[in-house]
Structure formats: structure tokens, C-alpha cells
């Protein structure tokens, strides 16, 4: 049971450059999100997609650009990559949208980007 | 001020001690909180919802105060495999976009 998959684990681009993360789950989740992680804080929301075909910024969504491809799959894009994007980004996936009726989100296991 | 705030620790016990840790939150119209466990360099998973009267779990106890505004975690005889970053996390409202992570709390246990 794979549950929530990303792509790749890690990668290391120059500043500037593009590359787009991929994230699949195969619970039929309705709704999927990306967060990322860095040192002292929390998990940050960039977007998240509530149902396929919708798509709703997060807190920190500038420099990023998502794509929720079908039911299974949401994308993360970054356009032109800048050193303060350098972090752990997590997919995760959950039945309904985040809220005090369904909170379990499932999360893929991370993709260490950094930006030099 | 961080909406949701955690003592980073870490906290070193040995094994088979009890150890609680608390999060604060400062949106008093928080509806719902959760502990989420993350082992190093792995993704977040729940642990456990807090509801209002106090809920328990095995070894674990989870409480909330709304008058004080915190949550707190409490392990007993704790293990071994226990040894993990906690995350605390708070619902400001029935929104994806509006549930905060704190920072964590990194608990380790010795033999």
C-alpha cells in the first residue's frame, strides 16, 4: 500500500532554474496539499486542493505555481528557484478537507531540495 | 509572536519516565487541536486528536485548556521508540488553510 508518493527525494538546482515536484496517492483522498518544513518552524501551507479542479493558496505560496493533474495527482512547480526556497516539501493527502470532521492528513516522505 | 508556539526542547529522559510538554496557541477562537509525531528526516503522523474533556490513548494522555490557551502531551513509561519530534497543531478555523503546525518538540529517550 504506497499511500502518498513523491518525486523525487532529493534535488539540488541553481538558482534560477525550474523544476516541478510530483506527489501521487492512491487512497482516492479527495483533498491534497503541500507544505514545506524548515529548520524552527513548522509546516508551512503553499497550496492545497480541496477537490480535483480546485486549487487555494496557502500561506506561503509566492515562487510556486500548482497543478492537480486528476483525482490522484497534485503537482508542485517552481518557476525560477531561489535560495530561500531551499527546504523540505511534503505532499500530503486526506479524505476531506482539513477540519475538526476529518484531520488525518497522510504524508509523503519529503523532497530535500536545496538551492544554490 | 508565532500563532502556535512549542518549547523546541530537546527533551532527554530515560526510559521508562513520564514527560509532558505543552503547546501554546494564541487565536483564542482555535477549534480543534492534534499531536503529530515525526521521526527524523520522516513525514509528519497523527497521534492523536485533543478533545475538550481530555482524551487517552495507551501511554499517552492528551489535554486541552482553552482558558490558558495550551495543549499538552503527556508519555508515560516512556520507550525507547518513543524518541521522535512532536508537532503541535491547531485549527483556527474549519479551513486546510487555516491549520497551523508548531514548530515541534524533540523528545529523546535514553536506555
Known amino acids: 500500500n504506497a499511500g502518498v508518493t513523491q518525486t523525487p527525494k532529493f534535488q539540488v538546482l541553481k538558482t534560477g532554474q525550474s523544476m516541478t515536484l510530483q506527489c501521487a496517492q492512491d487512497m482516492n483522498h479527495n483533498s491534497m496539499y503541500w507544505y514545506r518544513q524548515d529548520p524552527g518552524m513548522g509546516l508551512r501551507l503553499i497550496y492545497y486542493s480541496a477537490s480535483e479542479g480546485t486549487t487555494d493558496k496557502g500561506e506561503v505560496p509566492n515562487g510556486y505555481n500548482v497543478s492537480r493533474l486528476n483525482k490522484r495527482e497534485f503537482s508542485l512547480r517552481l518557476e525560477s528557484a531561489a535560495p530561500s526556497q531551499t527546504s523540505v516539501y511534503f505532499c500530503?493527502?486526506?479524505?476531506?478537507?482539513?477540519?475538526?470532521?476529518?484531520?488525518?492528513?497522510?504524508f509523503g516522505q519529503g523532497t530535500r531540495l536545496t538551492v544554490v | 509572536r508565532k500563532e502556535v508556539e512549542q518549547d523546541p526542547g530537546p527533551f532527554n529522559v530515560p526510559e521508562g519516565a513520564t514527560v509532558a510538554f505543552n503547546c501554546t496557541y494564541s487565536?483564542?477562537?482555535?477549534?480543534?487541536f492534534f499531536w503529530y509525531r515525526q521521526d527524523c528526516r520522516k513525514e509528519p503522523k497523527l497521534l492523536m486528536s485533543?478533545?475538550?474533556s481530555g482524551n487517552e490513548d495507551g501511554r499517552f494522555t492528551a489535554q486541552l485548556n482553552r482558558a490558558s490557551q495550551y495543549i499538552s502531551l503527556l508519555i508515560r513509561d516512556s520507550k525507547l521508540s518513543d524518541s521522535a519530534t512532536y508537532l503541535c497543531?491547531?485549527?483556527?478555523?474549519?479551513?486546510?488553510?487555516?491549520?497551523?503546525f508548531g514548530s515541534g518538540t524533540r523528545l529523546s529517550i535514553r536506555p
Open positions: 497543531v491547531v485549527e483556527r478555523e474549519s479551513s486546510a488553510s487555516k491549520i497551523i
Open positions: 500530503a493527502s486526506s479524505e476531506f478537507p482539513l477540519s475538526g470532521l476529518s484531520t488525518e492528513a497522510f
Open positions: 485533543v478533545y475538550s
Open positions: 487565536n483564542s477562537a482555535s477549534q480543534s
